[in-house]
């Protein structure tokens, strides 16, 4: 990797940063808003929960690692795309730990 494709890695790597730092703070604050309603934490919504936090961070490093041999720009469009579908997937499991409260 050339020192391009190592600054790319970690300018979109904030954006890593920041989906962790959303999905942890709603691991911490999600059980604790059901718990002043009177309701539990599932083991589904905890799964979702983690899942959250860990799925980034597994899909960011597998594309890096995928096109790390690539040009510039295709390593940086991969990247990217591994960021919009992290996106995607954040969104299905904020949907799936909310729909489990009604399971």
């Keep these: 990797m050339t020192r391009a494709h190592v600054g790319v890695a970690a300018a979109l790597s904030v954006l890593v940063g920041w ?3 959303d999905a942890v703070s709603s ?3 999600f059980p604790l808003e059901l718990a002043q309603l009177g309701l539990g934490a599932g083991p589904v919504l905890l799964g979702a929960l983690w899942a959250g936090v860990v799925m980034p961070v597994v899909l960011y ?3 890096v690692v995928v096109a790390r041999r690539q040009p ?3 390593f940086t469009l991969v990247l990217i795309v591994a960021l919009a579908a992290a996106a995607a997937v954040r969104l299905s499991l904020i ?3 909310t729909g489990s409260i009604l399971l």
């Design 19 to 21: 989906f962790v730092f």
């Design 27 to 29: 691991l911490i604050a």
């Design 61 to 63: 490093i597998a594309a």
């Design 72 to 74: 510039l720009t295709r």
């Design 95 to 97: 949907a799936l730990a």
